[in-house]
């Protein structure tokens, strides 16, 4: 395949990058699942009550927890191959060696900000685990753990940006 679906944007013949790879491919086989759970169970919310004129009563709670799950399952996928909106007018004009130092920085910035978020969705989980969402039986707590999930991965990448320095592979760009 010329263009893959997950292009290898690190190294993965150590076994970080092996790891990391792996937890790359289960993110996006778990974000095609939610997707999917979300586009079915929301087409056929809308068959039901329109064609029908019935509907599933936990329709609204399942497709918002998959949105949830998917939109923060996404976002370590473009911070590994840097996907995510940037401005680096100013750090473009420096020397080589002072973007270098400057991205390298900023990686480990936010690697640390994405810790903290994750720590910060952890508590809030805990703390929220013993409600439970009005139509289901299920927990609260299940909107906030793809949050830490996300911020952790997020963490784990902009570590290895970090070390390793950005890639070279351009996911895009508007010019």
């Known amino acids: 395949m010329s263009h893959p679906v997950l292009p290898i944007v690190y190294d993965t013949r150590s076994w970080p990058g092996r790891t990391l790879h792996a937890l790359d491919t289960f993110v996006l086989l778990s974000l095609l699942l939610a997707v999917t759970v979300m586009v079915g169970v929301v087409s056929a919310q809308v068959a039901l009550r329109y064609g029908f004129n019935r509907s599933f009563d936990w329709a609204d709670e399942v497709s918002r927890l998959a949105f949830v799950w998917s939109i923060f399952l996404a976002i370590p996928l473009g911070v590994r191959q840097g996907a995510h909106i940037g401005i680096d007018i100013v750090v ?17 910035l936010c690697a640390a900000m994405m810790l903290v978020i994750a720590w910060a969705a952890l508590g809030v989980a805990t703390e929220q685990w013993d409600e439970f969402m009005s139509v289901l039986d299920w927990s609260v707590g299940w909107f906030i753990v793809p949050v830490g999930v996300g911020a952790l991965l997020s963490a784990l990448h902009l570590v290895r940006i970090a ?11 508007a010019e």
């Open 92 to 108: 473009a004009k420096m020397p080589l060696q002072a973007q270098r130092f400057l991205r390298r920085g900023g990686a480990w």
């Open 163 to 173: 070390i390793q320095g950005p890639s070279a592979f351009a996911a895009g760009g």
